[in-house]
């Protein structure tokens, strides 16, 4: 019961803190281990005590104070200084094999001694250097035939953490992804053109980061999304209607890496002749001998050996003539209606005086149907 007494009221009256009970350092640069104490009793001595401890080794003495009088330990002196009465040690310079724990004890005398103590675990890295990243193969990869290797390599670093980008946001886990235990390679398979990017390699560890130089691989895919466009005349759907004596300019394109290559096809007389390479092609109607003609524009990627084709029809109009026939169409269109219309109704007026003058025979109603097939019936009398 006094121990437990006497244990609180050492504990209140020496206080002992450190900052922060995990310290990074870094190799080849000073180290500040901050301790502050503070008491409330009268001190006619102050000691400081300094212990280092490596896991599975017994602690060893660093150096020690009394009052202002610092005692080293004569191994280590050029290496750990302490200015009494603050507590704090420097290292210098630190070294990977200081990392270990820091204890440090301090006793006050006065009206008996108390005493406190603290630990701090010191790690010790070398700062990472800029990563380099390999990219395998080289050149370039086929999508969905080839694969990818990235791999992240660093040249100096300790507890280096490996971390993949994609255009500048980590890299989500995919099916398509394989990482090695570590992070530093990165396997894509299969490769697809939605890999296409800008992928970097970022290392860290406690006291560093770096990123390295942009990767772009190369990614070769398509024909994809093959579509043919004129800078006029109307279409409706793969049907381009176009005025006799117009000039009018085709343009085929897909999206592909490397750049399609195209070839425009004319089909004429149940036969299909290449007639023009590359992207556009030109019509000119009036040298059109016929009204409508079938094209086709082909897409080869020469790299993934893929292709694709799209069909259209060119129906070369003459203004004016196909105003006349579409009025007349519409005219005599009209007409039949009319007529249609007209002799319906003189059917069912007929059909009715008949059925009046009928003796009361089948008053029920006639429905649609009948009606009309009664008035088909007429209509072939
Ligand atoms: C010393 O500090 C403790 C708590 O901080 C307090 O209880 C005690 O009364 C103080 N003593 C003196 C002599 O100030
Ligand atoms: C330490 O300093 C105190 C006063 O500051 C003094 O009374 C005491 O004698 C000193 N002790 C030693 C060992 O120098
Ligand atoms: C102890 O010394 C360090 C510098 O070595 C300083 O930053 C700190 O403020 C000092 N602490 C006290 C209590 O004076
Ligand atoms: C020293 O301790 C005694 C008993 O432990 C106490 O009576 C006395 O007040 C203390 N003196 C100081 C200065 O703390
Ligand atoms: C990746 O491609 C290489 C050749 O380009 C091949 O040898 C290897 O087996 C492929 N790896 C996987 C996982 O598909
Ligand atoms: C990749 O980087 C290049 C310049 O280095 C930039 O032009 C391009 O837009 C970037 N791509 C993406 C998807 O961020
Ligand atoms: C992974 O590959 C499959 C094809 O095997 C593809 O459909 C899918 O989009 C790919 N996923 C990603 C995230 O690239
Ligand atoms: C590898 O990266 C994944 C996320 O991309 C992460 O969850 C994992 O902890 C990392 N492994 C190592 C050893 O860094
Ligand atoms: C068109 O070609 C088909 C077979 O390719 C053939 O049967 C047909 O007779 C041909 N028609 C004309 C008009 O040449
Ligand atoms: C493949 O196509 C590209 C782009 O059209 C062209 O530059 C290249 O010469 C072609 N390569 C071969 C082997 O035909």
Redesign the pocket.
């Known amino acids: 019961m006094w121990l437990k007494r006497l244990l609180l009221c050492i504990c209140s009256a020496l206080k002992l803190t450190v900052p922060s009970h995990t310290i990074h350092g870094i190799a080849g640069q000073p180290l500040h281990l901050p301790v502050d104490y503070n008491f409330n009793a009268t001190a006619s001595e102050i000691q400081i005590i300094w212990l280092f401890e490596r896991p599975q080794s017994n602690p060893k003495y660093l150096l020690g104070s009394v009052n202002q009088t610092v005692v080293p330990d004569l191994e280590y002196q050029h290496k750990f200084t302490l200015i009494p009465p603050n507590a704090s040690l420097m290292i210098s310079p630190l070294h990977i094999s200081d990392e270990g724990n820091y204890i440090v004890k301090v006793n006050v005398r006065g009206n008996g001694t108390i005493a406190a103590s603290q630990k701090i675990q010191v790690a010790v890295d070398v700062p990472v250097t800029k990563p380099i990243v390999h990219t395998e193969p080289s050149s370039g990869v086929v999508e969905y035939v080839g694969n990818i290797t990235l791999k992240c390599t660093v040249g100096k670093g300790t507890r280096v953490?490996?971390?993949?980008m994609k255009n500048g946001k980590?890299?989500h886990?995919s099916p398509n992804y394989t990482?090695s235990?570590?992070?530093a390679t990165l396997l894509i398979v299969p490769v697809a053109k939605e890999d296409i990017g800008n992928y970097s390699c970022l290392v860290s560890n406690p006291v560093s980061a770096m990123e390295s130089e942009i990767i772009a691989p190369t990614i070769y895919y398509g024909p994809y999304g093959l579509r043919v466009k004129s800078d006029k005349g109307l279409n409706i759907g793969a049907v381009f209607t176009v005025d006799m004596g117009e000039v009018i300019l085709f343009d085929c394109s897909a999206d592909s890496n490397p750049p399609n290559t195209y070839s425009w096809s004319q089909r004429a007389d149940n036969t299909t002749h290449v007639i023009k390479y590359g992207p556009h092609l030109e019509v000119v109607s009036d040298k059109v001998a016929q009204k409508t003609i079938d094209y086709m524009c082909r897409a080869f990627n020469n790299v993934t050996g893929k292709r694709d084709e799209t069909h259209f029809t060119v129906v070369v109009t003459s203004v004016g003539l196909e105003k006349l026939a579409q009025k007349g169409k519409s005219l005599s269109s009209l007409a039949v209606i009319t007529g249609i219309s007209l002799f319906l109704i003189l059917a069912m007026a007929f059909l009715f005086i008949w059925k009046r003058y009928q003796p009361h025979k089948d008053q029920g109603l006639i429905t649609g149907r009948h009606r009309h097939f009664q008035v088909m019936l007429m209509k072939e009398t």
Not at 161 to 164: D, R
């Open positions: 953490v490996y971390q993949w980590p890299l886990d990482f235990s570590n992070n």
